[in-house]
Every structure is written in structure tokens, then in C-alpha cells.
């Protein structure tokens, strides 16, 4: 007599899907910058130069980073950044603030806007 295997095939191939899905989601949310800690991330491109932010590296109490989009291609769908500059301000892997720029591609957001925003955020945190 042959036995049939297929209610154990089925499990684990659910198994899989369901290990996959955790991988993938576990991998979307992740910080640009890596690690613990405010972390504020411009994105731009090589083309809006002219309209990169210049005061970034001014913010307190967060580490900063610069992501061309041009040159990392996969950032721009792995962070959904529809227009440049973008402005994001991640807290450990958890994106908590978002800045995007005019249809000008200016940024609109001023160093006090967005430092208020790390501020609030460590406030929550208390």
C-alpha cells in the first residue's frame, strides 16, 4: 500500500511561504544607517544638487546620512521615495518621520521643523 504524502507537502510548503514573508518583512524595515538611535536620511539625486539639503548635518541628538538614489537604484522603491529630496528620520528600524520636497524639488521643511520632529520623538520615548 502507497501512502500519500500530500497533506505534508502542503505543510510545508505553507511553512515556507510563511518563513519567506518573515524574512522580507523583516528586511523592509530596516534603517538605511543601521543600528539603534535617531538616524536622519536625505535622500536626493545627482541631477537636484542644487537643491540638496544643506543643514542636515547640523541636527542634534541623531546621526545623518546622504543616499543618492542614482547611484543606490534599489533605495528608491525600498524606502518609496517618490520625489527629491526626501528627509527621513528613522528611530532604531522604524521609519518615524517623513519630509518630502515642493514640486519644485525644494525642500520645503526648514532645520527647525525637522529637528522639533527628532525632539518630539525622543520625548515619546520617555
Do not use: H
Not at 525600498?78 to 526626501?86: F, H, L, M, R, S
Amino acid at each position: 500500500m502507497k501512502k500519500d504524502y500530500t497533506v505534508w507537502k502542503l505543510f510545508g510548503g505553507y511553512l515556507l511561504i510563511i518563513l519567506f514573508m518573515l524574512m522580507s518583512s523583516s528586511a523592509m524595515g530596516q534603517s538605511p544607517c543601521g543600528g539603534d538611535g535617531f538616524c536622519v536620511v536625505q535622500f536626493n539625486a545627482g541631477f537636484n544638487e542644487a537643491n540638496k539639503v544643506k543643514w542636515l548635518g547640523e541636527l542634534n541628538d541623531c546621526d545623518t546620512k546622504f543616499i543618492d538614489i542614482q547611484k543606490d537604484t534599489k533605495a528608491s522603491g525600498k524606502y518609496k521615495i517618490v520625489v527629491v529630496p526626501t528627509i527621513l528620520i528613522f528611530n532604531g528600524d522604524e521609519e518615524v518621520g517623513r519630509f518630502q520636497a515642493n514640486i519644485m524639488m525644494e525642500m520645503e521643511a526648514t532645520k527647525d521643523e525637522v529637528q522639533e520632529k527628532i525632539d518630539e520623538i525622543i520625548m515619546e520615548d520617555f
